[in-house]
């Protein structure tokens, strides 16, 4: 099935460090949304972006919408253990009902 | 205010059989979309309903179905089970039908032996 490019696969960072990934898409989308999913879970909506250029905050989290559409950014200030998870983007095209997701960003946080 | 709830968390089933997967949504929301996530990869959509109609499908066989009730709920039937239907199985539902932002259940997870 349709998945976005996200990157990087996986990262391990240091306490306190700030983490950006980023997904692309051949498509455009008019809706970009991240999620974060721990072992076990369903993924868990952090931030919903709806406009070209958009940013968005959420606490330590910032995204944006691409300028092109095609793309999206999820910036993580002083990471934290907690922030330990995989973090998945996710478009809904125009007029479509789903959510075309990437294959995560696996997060690992060392105290 | 209870979020999405889904049963059974967890499900083994032999090869062949048939399985159902129920979903209840957010109070207040209409929409419920399936999604299946196998290991490593991100979730994939199967159906969306919408006032108890299929609105959406993505790109699997005919042995899964859906259906939405007059509360809302929603129920994923499987068929004739395969080794690779063994997945995590979604239930997101959102406020009406192209209301982007979904909300998750924790999933059930399907083992298929």
């Known amino acids: 099935g349709q998945q976005l490019n996200q990157s990087p696969q996986s990262m391990f960072i240091q306490e306190g460090e700030d983490v950006s990934m980023n997904c692309t898409s051949s498509?455009?989308?008019?809706?970009w949304l991240w999620y974060k999913q721990d072992p076990g879970e369903g993924p868990v909506l952090l931030i919903a972006?709806?406009?070209?250029?958009e940013l968005t905050s959420n606490g330590r989290l910032t995204a944006q919408f691409g300028i092109t559409r095609k793309d999206s950014f999820l910036n993580i200030s002083a990471s934290i253990p907690s922030d330990v998870g995989i973090y998945f983007c996710?478009?809904?095209?125009?007029?479509?009902?789903?959510?075309?997701f990437g294959k995560g960003t696996k997060l690992t946080v060392n105290p | 205010d209870a979020g999405v709830t889904q049963s059974p968390t967890h499900l083994i089933k032999t090869r062949g059989q048939h399985v159902t997967l129920r979903c209840s949504p957010i109070?207040?929301?209409?929409?419920v979309s399936w999604y299946q996530q196998v290991l490593g990869q991100g979730p994939q959509f199967i159906f969306q309903?919408?006032?108890?109609?299929?609105?959406g499908r993505g790109n699997f066989p005919d042995r899964f179905s859906a259906r939405q009730f007059p509360n809302y709920s929603s129920e994923l039937n499987v068929n004739a089970l395969l080794l690779g239907d063994s997945a995590l199985y979604l239930c997101?539902?959102?406020?009406?039908?192209?209301?982007?932002?979904?909300?998750f259940g924790q999933g059930t997870r399907l083992t298929v032996v």
């Open positions: 997101a539902s959102s406020l009406w039908e192209g209301a982007a932002e979904a909300f």
């Open positions: 498509s455009i989308f008019n809706t």
């Open positions: 972006l709806y406009k070209a250029g």
């Open positions: 996710a478009g809904q095209e125009g007029g479509s009902e789903k959510l075309v």
């Open positions: 109070s207040g929301h209409k929409s």
């Open positions: 309903y919408y006032e108890k109609e299929e609105r």
